[in-house]
């Protein structure tokens, strides 16, 4: 699949299956972080690839607050997790490096079949020492993966932005359309 109709197809995966992910799946992922983008190409974020403590991340996470039906069950919750930290020192406002970065590791645990959820709820403070991250580190977001034990599709927006199971289990993600999100030449 190319890289458009990865994007398009790409959806919040937030149940998997319990498969181990090929250690080089997960190394391409944080090889793809790396080479993202960077403001002034200062490169402040590091990873940290969690694959046996994995209770230790999620239970300082928050997933699918919307609608708790979509989250894991004890047997669904990611088998890896990616969190993102960020060296204070070099730039400590990097949300523009951390976007990027992130969406680098998406599309390419995607293009290997991986299913991920990027968790910006996150306990910071508790999770931190649990991690050994040093003070002049912050952690901006966490990544949950694994094999999609989920499906889930766009779905058309109707003034509501809230996911929600269809009829058949299906996650439906309304996205506003093309129409309402862009302005030609002028607003
Ligand atoms: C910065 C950021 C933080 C997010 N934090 C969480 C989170 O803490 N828990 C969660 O279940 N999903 C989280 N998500 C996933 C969003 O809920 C999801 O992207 C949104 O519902 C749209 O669905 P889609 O990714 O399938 O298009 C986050 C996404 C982003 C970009």
Redesign the pocket.
Known sequence: MGVYDLICN???I?KFLQERIPKNDLLACLNAARLAPSSRNRQPLEYILIVKNLDLVFNH?????YNSAV?PLDDEKPVAYIVVISNKDINDHPRYDVGLAVENIVLTALERGIGS??????EREELKPKLKIPENYNIE?AIGLGYPKQK?QEAKYKGDVK?YLNEDGVLN?P?RSLKDIMHEEVF
């Not at 996470?61 to 607050?65: D, L, N, Q, R």
Request: proline letters at 0%; glycine letters at 14%.
């Open positions: 790409r959806r919040t937030r996470v928050s997933i699918a607050g989250g959820c990027i968790m910006g709820s996150v977001l889930s996911y993600v996205k």
